[in-house]
């Protein structure tokens, strides 16, 4: 090889050395450039977390029940049970239908009936939990926000006076109804 040849071959390396570099330097600026923006943005969501906390504070986003039970319309709540009754058996010994068999609801542990086949989102939820009034409010209100990932296919139950009537007719379908909240 002479060395104008040699020459040629290096000035050819050397080239690409500084196209490489020169890539590396670009694409260093676009980086920089991007950096700031993603730092403003992480600043923006900070801000919008402080200003959140003072709603967390107010509580739960759904009226609680129990205060409405002792005066619930049972009569209404059956009425309100029809929602349900496409899915769901409430009778003395009835079957699991779409749903599973809701008789005697009112503190039975959650996902415990046999032969049910529960969501792992419901089962791994009630682990060592009860339907008590609360849950059973909180479910009821809007099953998928309560228990994410439930494969109860239902809205829920906008109404406070709707869920405390349904509850009230659903404490009687039991063969010792559970005791009322106490006031
Ligand atoms: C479209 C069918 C459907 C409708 C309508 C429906 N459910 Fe359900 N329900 C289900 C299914 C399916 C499950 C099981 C959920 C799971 O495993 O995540 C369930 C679970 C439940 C449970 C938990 C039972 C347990 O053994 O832990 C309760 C309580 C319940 N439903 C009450 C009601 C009430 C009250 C209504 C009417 C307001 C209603 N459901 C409407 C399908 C339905």
Known sequence: MD???FNKIAM???GTVFLVMGLNFAADGIFHMENPEQKGYAIELAEADTSAEPEEDAGPA???VEPLLASADSADGANVFKKCAACH???AGGANKVGPALYGIVN???A???GFSYSGALKEYG???QWTYEELNGFLWKPKTYVKGTSMGFGGLK???DRANLIAYLREQADTPAELPAQ
Do not use: H, Q, T, Y
């Open 112 to 114: 415990s009936v046999d």
């Open 159 to 161: 109404k406070v006076e």
């Open 62 to 64: 759904f009226e609680p």
């Open 3 to 5: 060395s104008f040849e």
């Open 127 to 129: 682990d060592g939990k």
């Open 89 to 91: 058996n409430v009778n």
């Open 12 to 14: 050819a390396v050397l």
């Open 108 to 110: 039975r542990d959650i």
